[in-house]
């Protein structure tokens, strides 16, 4: 998959000591590279097991960050397949 090699290039660090919850740390990350098309319309968000080995955050976290992304109206999970950037065309 293209996206995820991409994606597997740039790191996600968490800042575990500032004062920004770590979930919206995350959600202001995959926020920035869907806007920059880094994940393109169409696109797969990482996985939440990529998401849990790459930030070390709870699966909880992960979930709360993209549920913030989803609710923005950024992405839709898709049950059982992940969740995807919406086509906004």
């Known amino acids: 998959m293209l996206g995820m090699a991409t994606l597997a290039d ?3 660090k968490i800042d575990m000591l500032s004062p920004e919850p770590s979930y919206l740390q995350l ?4 926020r920035a590279r869907v806007e920059s098309g ?9 996985s ?8 070390g955050l709870a699966v ?13 109206g950024l ?7 992940g969740s ?5 065309d």
């Open 27 to 30: 959600a202001a990350i995959l």
């Open 48 to 55: 939440i097991t990529f998401l849990v080995q790459e930030t």
């Open 75 to 81: 992405v839709v999970t898709v049950p059982g397949r």
């Open 60 to 72: 909880g976290t992960i979930r709360k960050a993209i549920k913030v992304l989803s609710d923005e």
């Open 10 to 12: 740039m790191p996600i």
């Open 38 to 46: 880094d994940i393109p319309p169409g696109g797969a968000l990482p």
């Open 84 to 88: 995807f950037v919406i086509n906004r």
